[in-house]
């Protein structure tokens, strides 16, 4: 980037001590002159880049706030004062002048799908829909422009967010006819925003051979009409029947590689404009964190990357050990986590409850993971020294996972506080019984959270689980802090917009869109809403010791917001944009 302003070198000369007995050689006594103290000239590291006139939280109890803040070899060197870090600046130094503006630690995404981030925007983006007739209206300019028999693909629908009902419908979801009528010679596949159902036209169903005798998966379901007819909508491990991209021609090796490169450099842009530095991938094959590796090694990817290994027990197994990485590429690549899968989600009547839901009173969900495979992968995580990180959304899912967790701590002989120092997280930890809200932070479990999914969901919250349910364990941030345990925050991209900036101001809030509060009393402060998206991520990710703070020594990610978000009023924290992004003394993204 362009140098903004360059200032003089001040250099600060500090005298000791300069005293003079006499004048001359001929002083009472006969003694010699006394001459000057040596003089010492203070060292100081001319820095790469300074950031002044402005307002720093350093989330560093020591130092909370400066004014301004001195980088030197992608480590933070000084937070201070406007006056005192002119001693920093040469004629080499690039000098941003803030101007008022607002700088923190940057961005961690604490828990989100990466390349999930980058497909969206190859695809239909639906998370904007209002409507099924939207969906098939953007489904039918896509038919027209594909080629016969290529697969039209999109994210981001959801049922409890549109205007209305589709006409015909099951549960609240249309009928595939409505798609084919459409795209007759296209196969269509379209993901639910939360990621856990999609909804196939007849061309995919006939093409993945899913009928009306195809049974139901083990932890998914094929949504039937009142004939047995699939009526296009899978959920959770049943969306895995859909042979996604059968009739098209195959890609050559060289062309994987060339969509999986592009695919990861969209996400980077992404998540940098919005102000992330670092990204908490929550689940990622073995192959994918190959794609990582050659794309940080080619400069394709500045975002820091925290990434948790998936997979069945067997292909876990053969590579934990192989591919543990701890804060390797220049700080650049963490692999030393699992991600499991226990349950579905909320809004697909997928998370697995204690009682029905509460308008679907034959369900209690879906256990989309195997126990005793869980089990299993709980003990390979012990034994290679990785990291535990489950998807738990309802409160029977949450309690399936605690007691896995425990037996598995047990097991291996960790008392309480060897427990809490592997620092093993429920992912979503969502709804959650009373009695298991203690457990947290009795056993030291880290409740990796999404606040936007509490003011997203609530539209839907209260029909699924009922009022009682919904006050005693929904979104409950305060009570786990209450706990002792440590609340980290994300979005869970692309089931959400990436944006850190609305997902912030749910958290402090708890507004839905008509303005509705859900459940204040569990609101975040403005610091604790600060800390969940920084330090505490770090925390969450055992990387403390270099981010998550504006520390003197820590890696110099800084994220740089036109409003301080932690003053201005609730309603002007939304109009706060991104206008530096910046990864280890580097700008990635300014804002225009």
């Known amino acids: 980037m362009k140098r903004i302003s360059v200032m003089a070198v001040v250099s600060v000369?500090?005298?000791?001590?300069?005293?003079?007995?006499?004048?001359?050689?001929?002083?009472?006594?006969?003694?010699?002159?006394?001459?000057?103290?040596?003089?010492?000239?203070?060292?100081?590291?001319?820095?790469?880049?300074v950031l002044l006139n402005g307002r720093i939280v350093t989330m560093d109890d020591g130092k909370p706030e400066g004014e301004a803040i001195a980088v030197t070899g992608g480590k933070v060197t000084y937070v201070g004062t406007s006056n005192e870090i002119q001693r920093y600046i040469t004629k080499a130094t690039q000098v941003i002048d803030l101007g008022g503006a607002f700088a923190m630690p940057g961005f961690i995404e604490g828990h989100g799908h990466f390349t999930g981030v980058g497909e969206a925007k190859l695809g239909l983006e639906l998370m904007p829909t209002k409507s099924w007739d939207e969906i098939i209206a953007m489904v039918d300019e896509a038919a027209k422009k594909a080629k016969p028999g290529q697969w039209i693909v999109g994210r981001g629908w959801h049922q409890e967010k549109w205007s209305k009902a589709p006409s015909p419908n099951v549960e609240g979801f249309p009928l595939h006819a409505s798609l084919d009528a459409v795209s007759p010679n296209n196969p269509?596949?379209?993901?639910?925003?939360?990621?856990?159902?999609?909804?196939?036209?007849?061309?995919?169903?006939?093409?993945?051979?899913?009928?009306?005798?195809?049974?139901?998966?083990?932890?998914?379901?094929?949504?039937?009409?009142?004939?047995?007819?699939?009526?296009?909508?899978?959920?959770?491990?049943?969306?895995?029947?859909?042979?996604?991209?059968?009739?098209?021609?195959?890609?050559?090796?060289?062309?994987?590689?060339?969509?999986?490169?592009?695919?990861?450099?969209?996400?980077?842009?992404?998540?940098?404009?919005?102000?992330?530095?670092?990204?908490?991938?929550?689940?990622?094959?073995?192959?994918?964190?190959?794609?990582?590796?050659?794309?940080?090694?080619?400069?394709?990817?500045?975002?820091?990357?925290?990434?948790?290994?998936?997979?069945?027990?067997?292909?876990?197994?053969?590579?934990?050990?192989?591919?543990?990485?701890?804060?390797?590429?220049?700080?650049?690549?963490?692999?030393?986590?699992?991600?499991?899968?226990?349950?579905?989600?909320?809004?697909?009547?997928?998370?697995?409850?204690?009682?029905?839901?509460?308008?679907?009173?034959?369900?209690?969900?879906?256990?989309?993971?195997?126990?005793?495979?869980?089990?299993?992968?709980?003990?390979?995580?012990?034994?290679?020294?990785?990291?535990?990180?489950?998807?738990?959304?309802g409160d029977r899912a949450n309690r399936e996972i605690l007691n896995i967790y425990e037996e598995a701590f047990k097991n291996a002989g960790k008392d309480a506080a060897a427990m809490k120092a592997l620092r093993w997280r429920v992912e979503h930890a969502q709804h959650i019984s009373a009695a298991d809200i203690p457990r947290f932070g009795l056993m030291g479990i880290i409740a990796s959270m999404q606040t936007v999914h509490c003011t997203s969901d609530a539209l839907y919250v209260l029909a699924r689980l009922g009022p009682k349910r919904a006050e005693e364990g929904a979104y409950v941030w305060q009570k786990l802090m209450k706990s002792g345990?440590?609340?980290?925050?994300?979005?869970?991209?692309?089931?959400?917009?990436?944006?850190?900036?609305?997902?912030y101001y749910a958290a402090v809030t708890r507004k839905t869109a008509d303005g509705t509060v859900f459940f204040g009393d569990q609101k975040m402060s403005r610091m604790e809403a600060l800390k969940s998206y920084t330090l505490n991520n770090a925390i969450a990710a055992f990387e403390d010791t270099v981010k998550g703070s504006l520390t003197i020594g820590k890696l110099a990610d800084i994220t740089v917001l036109s409003k301080d978000i932690t003053k201005v009023p609730d309603e002007d924290i939304r109009n706060a944009k991104v206008m530096y992004t910046i990864v280890g003394g580097k700008i990635v993204y300014k804002g225009k």
């Open 188 to 393: 269509v596949v379209l993901t639910h925003a939360s990621g856990h159902a999609s909804f196939a036209n007849g061309m995919a169903l006939k093409l993945s051979n899913i009928t009306k005798d195809t049974a139901n998966p083990n932890g998914g379901e094929i949504l039937k009409d009142k004939d047995g007819t699939p009526t296009g909508l899978l959920r959770e491990r049943a969306s895995g029947l859909v042979r996604r991209g059968v009739g098209e021609p195959a890609l050559t090796t060289a062309e994987v590689a060339e969509r999986n490169l592009r695919i990861i450099e969209l996400a980077d842009q992404e998540s940098s404009a919005k102000g992330i530095t670092s990204f908490q991938d929550a689940g990622a094959s073995f192959g994918t964190i190959d794609s990582y590796k050659a794309a940080i090694t080619a400069g394709k990817l500045h975002t820091r990357m925290y990434v948790m290994a998936e997979g069945n027990p067997a292909v876990l197994a053969a590579g934990l050990g192989k591919y543990r990485m701890v804060n390797g590429l220049d700080n650049h690549l963490t692999v030393r986590s699992i991600k499991v899968h226990f349950d579905g989600a909320l809004g697909s009547r997928g998370a697995w409850l204690l009682e029905p839901y509460a308008d679907k009173p034959d369900s209690s969900g879906l256990n989309t993971a195997p126990i005793p495979d869980v089990k299993a992968t709980a003990k390979l995580a012990i034994e290679h020294d990785y990291q535990l990180n489950t998807h738990a959304i």
């Open 485 to 503: 345990a440590i609340v980290t925050n994300g979005t869970d991209a692309p089931v959400e917009d990436v944006d850190p900036i609305p997902n």
């Open 13 to 49: 000369i500090s005298v000791l001590g300069v005293s003079l007995a006499g004048q001359g050689r001929g002083q009472r006594g006969g003694g010699a002159a006394q001459q000057p103290a040596e003089v010492r000239i203070t060292p100081v590291t001319a820095a790469d880049l």
